[in-house]
Structure formats: structure tokens, C-alpha cells
């Protein structure tokens, strides 16, 4: 059996020669995964970051996450702990499904990124190597001086 037969056909959103990316729940997709048969995750989980309280850009204007998003991300917990528990859960399934010498990178939001990283080595096999950072050219700003300007 191939690995396009372990999917159903309605999951997969873009393949080649090389291989099928697959759109879906993860934790539903990695359960048909074969353990350690993967060498690399790459993962841009929810930030729980679609709320009020925080600001983006949507059709040339500054609202709140929840303004330009709506509920369509389902990217919102009642506090950091549920997210931290439903982090982990994937966390642990893609340590079921990475190889030994497998290597796993993941985006955070940047207020939490210390937190994970404590979570995932004190309760996972995983070890932290490093932060990989990437430069926008038109950043949103994010602190703002008040009475100036």
C-alpha cells in the first residue's frame, strides 16, 4: 500500500514526484502516519492569537485580529494552559511519527516562544537547538509611544 492509499483523496491539496501535502486536522492525518517515518515537520500551528486585544492589517486598515479574521481560524483558547495542553498533544504525535535523527521546527508566537520551548523539552523527547528569525519589511507596529507624534 502507498502512502496517497492511507489518505482519503479529499485531503490531499498539492502533490508531485516528490511527495502529497495533505490539508486536514494534523492529528487525524499523523494518526495514519507510520512512527518514525518522517525526517522533517514543519509546523505554523494556531498562535491563539484571534481576539480583541490584538492588532493586523486587513484591507489597508489597522483592527483587531478578531475583526479581520472572524472565527474562521479557530485560533482562540480560554487561557495559555489549554493552549499549552492542545500544543502538546500534536507535539506528541509528531514525536510518534518523526525518525530518531528527524528534525522538527515550528512558529510560535513571539510572547510564548520561551514558554514552549520549557513545556516541549521538560515534557517531550525534544530537544531545543535553535531559533530561526525572519525580517518584514513593513512590520505591523507593535509598541507604540503614546504623545509624541
Not at 496517497?4 to 490539508?23: A, I, M, S
Not at 514543519?42 to 486585544?53: G, Q, R, S
Not at 521538560?122 to 535553535?130: D, G, L, M, P
Request: charged share 30%; aromatic share 14%.
Amino acid at each position: 500500500m502507498s502512502w496517497k492509499d492511507k489518505f482519503p483523496e479529499g485531503n490531499r491539496y498539492f502533490e508531485t514526484e516528490n511527495g502529497v501535502l495533505y490539508c486536514g486536522d494534523c492529528l487525524k492525518i499523523m494518526e495514519r502516519i507510520p512512527s518514525e517515518s518522517i525526517d522533517l515537520v514543519l509546523t505554523d500551528p494556531p498562535y491563539n492569537i484571534a481576539d480583541n486585544n490584538k492588532l493586523t492589517k486587513a484591507e489597508s486598515k489597522i483592527k483587531s485580529n478578531k475583526d479581520a479574521w472572524g472565527d474562521k481560524f479557530n485560533d482562540e483558547w480560554d487561557s495559555v494552559e489549554e493552549y499549552s495542553v492542545w500544543l502538546l498533544e500534536v507535539i506528541e504525535q509528531i514525536s510518534h511519527v518523526l525518525k530518531e535523527t528527524g528534525n522538527f521546527i515550528s512558529f510560535f508566537d513571539r510572547a510564548y516562544t520561551g514558554l514552549f520551548i520549557y513545556k516541549i523539552e521538560s515534557e517531550t523527547n525534544f530537544k531545543f537547538r535553535n531559533k530561526l528569525y525572519f525580517e518584514k519589511n513593513n512590520p505591523l507596529p507593535h509598541f507604540l509611544k503614546c504623545g509624541k507624534g
